[in-house]
């Protein structure tokens, strides 16, 4: 093999092993955007929060390691009162008759009607905050509808991480109108300006 040769054959190595090494050091950045699982998680979390309250584990179920613990804890069913400790139903009067009151009367309730939570635009890269790390904000958007009241629209901005290889949820925070009104993507700035509330 002439010098001339053996050059050439040394530089289409470089060339190769230089193309090889550039493909290997590339990582996910935020121009590729985020994975579907993004918005699955926060729409997931958002409707098991809607739910009835032993449903609502499922929500706890859905976020991060740090946040579940504290998570089941607000969920916790609340202690039974004794029957010897409940208050007395009784009337008692002056003239010392006793009397137990008719019970009240149920009075008929429509149930509150909660339409299905859906993502009010792509996810966008939020930064960390607090013991918050970086991740994605997800709006979402839902209407809830009271007995004789007018519908109304509820926003929740969820911050969504990578964790062990799934998409979990870190913060949640509700966005009001004049969140809307006054910021350019009103669940980062909802996630950034305030701690996690769950």
Not at 44 to 54: G, I
Not at 60 to 77: E, N, Q
Not at 178 to 196: K, R, T
Request: charged share 20%; aromatic share 2%.
């Amino acid at each position: 093999m002439t010098p001339l040769t053996r050059s050439g054959a040394v530089l289409l190595v470089l060339v190769g092993v230089a193309g090889c090494g550039t493909g290997s050091l590339s990582s996910p950045t935020v121009s590729s955007g985020p994975p579907p699982a993004v918005s699955t998680t926060a729409l997931s979390y958002v409707r098991a929060l809607d739910a009835t309250r032993p449903d609502r584990r499922d929500a706890c179920d859905l976020m991060t390691t740090t946040r579940t613990a504290a998570c089941r804890i607000d969920l916790a069913p609340e202690p039974a009162v004794p029957a010897e400790s409940a208050p007395s139903a009784e009337l008692h009067y002056a003239d010392g008759t006793i009397r137990t009151p008719l019970p009240a009367l149920p009075r008929p309730t429509a149930p509150v009607v909660v339409s299905p939570p859906a993502a009010a635009g792509p996810p966008a890269p939020v930064g960390p905050i607090a013991d918050h790390p970086a991740g994605w904000a997800v709006l979402t958007v839902r209407t809830v509808t009271r007995p004789g009241e007018r519908p109304i629209t509820v926003r929740t901005a969820v911050r969504v991480v990578q964790e062990a290889g799934a998409w979990r949820v870190e913060q949640s925070r509700d966005v009001h109108d004049s969140d809307m009104a006054h910021a350019a993507d009103p669940a980062v700035a909802a996630l950034s300006s305030q701690p996690g509330r769950r």
